[in-house]
């Protein structure tokens, strides 16, 4: 067992590929994650990977992001997430899972702005999470 009382030096190595494709209005973006942790003095290694798939279509007046993503891992993962103007979220994952958000900004005239937000981990239960925001500027 792990005396978690200590400090100890650990490695944190991460290997990320990112890719992206411009379509017209829609912007494909996949990512590959693998991240690994060693305690040497504990000769403990661990592990995870993370994939992802967005899509994000913006025209004019209209902005909508949905993205997918799937994880594997021992370790803790995190993950930026696009949001609501004014929330910085980035997600945590470990173990197994899968995780999908959709996000709409529809801006209805010059002064006056409508953002909804829906995130859920499809395999845990009440994960589900709801933002709506209305934005006026003078």
Do not use: C, P
């Not at 991240?35 to 290694?45: G, N, Q, V």
């Amino acid at each position: 067992s792990l005396d978690e009382s200590g400090i100890r030096d650990f490695e944190r190595n991460m290997f990320r590929v990112d890719w992206w494709q411009d379509q017209g209005n829609f912007r494909m973006k996949s990512r590959l994650e693998f991240t690994s942790e060693f305690l040497r003095e504990d000769r403990i290694f661990e592990h995870g990977i993370l994939a992802y798939q967005q899509i994000k279509y913006k025209t004019g007046n209209l902005e909508v992001v949905a993205q997918v993503s799937v994880y594997h891992t021992e370790v803790l993962i995190y993950m930026y997430e696009n949001s609501i103007d004014g929330i910085m979220q980035n997600s945590i994952f470990s173990g197994d899972g899968i995780y999908s958000y959709l996000l709409f900004k529809y801006n209805v005239f010059k002064h006056f702005e409508m953002q909804f937000k829906i995130s859920d981990e499809l395999i845990e239960e009440n994960k589900m999470r709801l933002y709506f925001q209305m934005i006026t500027r003078f």
